[in-house]
């Protein structure tokens, strides 16, 4: 898993997982700047989130942003990503049952305690 944080190093932008590449792989294209990309996601909603011109522009005013790589065994990525989208409240991503999720989530609860619950 990964996160991208603003420069301010509190906000969180971006919750993404790389369950199908490595990061080292998978980092790099979301700073694509050919508008074809269709990786670039965090790239992409930077520019419409910033009004940005151009992927290009988006590209050098996201130089400040900081990355938190965290490994997650593959088994379990894709309810690591949930919990966290729900938790972190990342700007360019959400989660289409995050408020379904937030209702049954306790704030105190811990990552493994919702991933036995298993949501």
Same mark, same amino acid.
């Given at each position: 898993? @990964?996160?991208?944080f ?14 199908? #590449? #490595? +990061? $080292?792989? &998978? ?13 670039? !996601?965090?790239?992409?909603? @930077? &520019?419409? !989130?910033?009004?940005s011109?151009? *992927? +290009?522009e ?7 942003? @900081?990355? *938190?790589?965290m490994?997650?065994? !593959?088994e379990? $990525? ?7 989208r729900v938790? #972190?409240?990342?700007? +360019?991503?959400?989660?289409s ?14 990552l493994?305690e919702?991933?036995?619950?298993g +949501?």
């Amino acid at each position: 898993m @990964y996160f991208y944080f603003a420069a301010d190093s509190t906000t969180c932008l971006y919750v993404g997982k790389n369950s199908s #590449q #490595q +990061f $080292i792989e &998978r980092i790099p294209w979301h700073f694509a700047v050919s508008e074809g990309s269709w990786q670039n !996601h965090f790239l992409d909603r @930077y &520019r419409t !989130h910033h009004h940005s011109e151009s *992927l +290009f522009e988006a590209a050098k005013a996201a130089r400040d942003c @900081y990355i *938190l790589l965290m490994p997650v065994p !593959h088994e379990l $990525i894709g309810k690591a990503e949930r919990f966290f989208r729900v938790f #972190q409240q990342p700007r +360019f991503n959400t989660l289409s049952s995050g408020k379904r999720l937030t209702t049954w989530i306790s704030p105190e609860m811990n990552l493994g305690e919702v991933v036995r619950k298993g +949501f």
